[in-house]
């Protein structure tokens, strides 16, 4: 089982930027696929980005040029840069891990991002 716990939400403003990180424990971190979901005002929950263990991140198109995801597999996190911030990327920003086979996905509980224009 892995618990996940984000930080590093709040508000800015259009053109700012955000750095999110979250930190698991309780499992064999390597193994799962990390990543960032948010999920917006119309409670639709979106992939923003997800990285595997030596793997190549992916991205989506919305974010693309403006979000950088990253991990340490040493220490358990995974951060998610966020750059030239705009109104639509307000959400909740929600962690997720992704395990192999049978072990499941995990969820943190989300922080909130905020954009003013």
């Known amino acids: 089982q892995v618990q996940l716990v984000e930080s590093g939400g709040g508000l800015v403003q259009s053109g700012g930027s955000l750095r999110l990180s979250c930190a698991a424990s309780g499992s064999i971190f390597r193994i799962y696929v990390m990543g960032w979901y948010r999920q917006g005002p119309d409670n639709q929950r979106e992939l923003v980005a997800r990285?595997?263990?030596?793997?190549?991140?992916v991205y989506a198109d919305s974010v693309k040029g403006r979000f950088t995801i990253s991990r340490d597999n040493a220490k358990n996190t995974v951060d998610l840069q966020m750059n030239s911030l705009k109104p639509e990327d307000t959400a909740v920003y929600l962690c997720h891990a992704d395990g192999p086979g049978v072990i499941g996905e995990y969820w943190g509980q989300g922080t909130q991002v905020t954009v003013s224009s």
């Open positions: 990285i595997p263990s030596g793997g190549t991140p």
